[in-house]
């Protein structure tokens, strides 16, 4: 049997009419920057977000860097950031001029810690970001109560996360903003690149809203030094569609993760548990395994598609050579990014797929 790591077919056969309908609109009234279906996919956005508003951008870079302008960061400042996620986090930082300062992450949810951020204040810190990986929430309470004591902004980096919750309150809601990517893979995905900024802030997302079209509210007077960072319409049809899905697909998501939990008994191995405060929405299920390279080899062997997610801490990337800290003092990213492996976890497999996931890590020697 072959079971692929993300057949993102399977959905969009099931859509296909439904999105070709929505694009014929789009594309017939014109609707391509912003536009109505922007608007209303922002609106739909920021209700199942329980957000105040939303601002649709062109992907969730795009969306850290507004955010980092909107705080004005800069260069001199440092910006708190995981040193296992994605790149974008750090970019966070970088695209503004900061320094990203990496932390490690807890060995447990794989996110920020309190503690792990302590220890990395300066006092040109201006920011923490972050990242609920995954689809995990970081365990915020610390984590706010330690950023309020210093008067330091949380941004929170929600691209993983949709419609993950930490204590009944929504990712994203719980910082000064929340960022969100919509990357085709993304537990919400596009039909191409899109984002959006989240927040209840009201200047801050005025400045976002500002700084995402060129720094102008009126045409042909730019008040800031901004970006072209709109959302397309087309792409904001396409969501609204999914939008209507995703609370089912992320059911579906906890289903896989609860039959690989139960299933896999493979030694030595380290599976992703609910954190105390809510289970994650698996945007992957990724664990962790000694012998990593060797089980990847033998499900590859055996038709089973899997990914590295991350090979490489963000410190140990060589754009960030120059920012450090060394090789050896984040141990915990250091040895995920050795011992990972993320399992196909997409909604559309069927449970005939995730048993034999389950058969063959269970047949693995070592
Ligand atoms: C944690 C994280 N932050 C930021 C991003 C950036 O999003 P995008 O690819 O839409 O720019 C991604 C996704 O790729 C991500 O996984």
Known sequence: MNVPFLDLSRAHQELR?????????????????LGDDVTRFEQEFAASSRAASAIGVGNGTAALHLVARALDIGPGDDVIVPAFTFIASAWTASFVGAR???CDVDPETYTLTAESIESALTPQTKAIVVVHLFGLAADMDPILALAESRGIPVIEDCAQAHLASYKGRAVGTMGVAGTFSFYPT????GVGEGGAVIGSD??????????RVHGSNVRYQHDDVGYNYRMEGLQAGALSIKLKHLARWTERRREIAGRYRDGIQLKDTRLPQPAA???SVYHQFTLMHPNRDRLRHYLTEHGIGTDLIYPRALHQQPCFAEVGPAEGTLPVSEKLA??????????????????????????FEG
């Open 100 to 102: 990203p300062v990496f």
């Open 202 to 211: 009201e200047a801050l997302m005025e400045r976002v809203k500002l700084l």
């Open 338 to 363: 050795r011992e990972c492996l993320s399992l196909p976890v997409f909604p559309e497999l069927t449970d005939e797929e995730i048993d034999y996931v389950i058969g063959t890590i269970n047949s």
């Open 186 to 189: 993304k537990n919400l995905g």
């Open 277 to 279: 405060w809510d289970d």
């Open 17 to 33: 009419p439904e999105i070709l309908a929505a694009f014929a609109a789009t594309y017939d009234a014109g609707r391509f920057c």
